[in-house]
Nanobody, 118 residues
Framework: QVQLVESGGGLVQAGGSLRLSCAASGLTFSTYAMGWFRQAPGKEREFVAAINWSGLTTNYADSVKGRFTISRDNAKTTVYLQMNSLKPEDTAVYYC???????????WGQGTQVTVSS
């Protein structure tokens, strides 16, 4: 079955960096668009970033543009989210997702907690 396993979350001070990873299995990874989403306490899940199957096209939420970078390694079936200049408002559970395109995601990971202290 399809599995998406996130890792790399943790506690970091404002201004710091973290790199999230999402290891995928059970699917033809190189044919899927991949996305990162996040959900803060009491808030709805929101889009963070997405990358197309080849890695040549990316898309970001305005709130993270210039600070976060999404990338993928199809040989390792892994997608990454490099997060720099972190802010307390970036605190959330971060989820990766896989789908046929940026508008539709079939599979979701279990999430990894990111906490940014002020």
């Amino acid at each position: 079955q399809v599995q998406l396993v996130e890792s790399g979350g943790g506690l970091v001070q404002a201004g710091g960096s973290l790199r999230l990873s999402c290891a995928a299995s059970g699917l033809t990874f190189s044919t899927y668009a991949m996305g990162w989403f996040r959900q803060a306490p009491g808030k709805e899940r929101e889009f963070v970033a997405a990358i197309n199957w080849s890695g040549l096209t990316t898309n970001y939420a305005d709130s993270v543009k210039g600070r976060f970078t999404i990338s993928r390694d199809n040989a390792k079936t892994t997608v990454y989210l490099q997060m720099n200049s972190l802010k307390p408002e970036d605190t959330a559970v971060y989820y990766c997702a896989a789908g046929p395109n940026w508008s539709s995601y079939n599979y979701w990971g279990q999430g990894t907690q990111v906490t940014v202290s002020s």
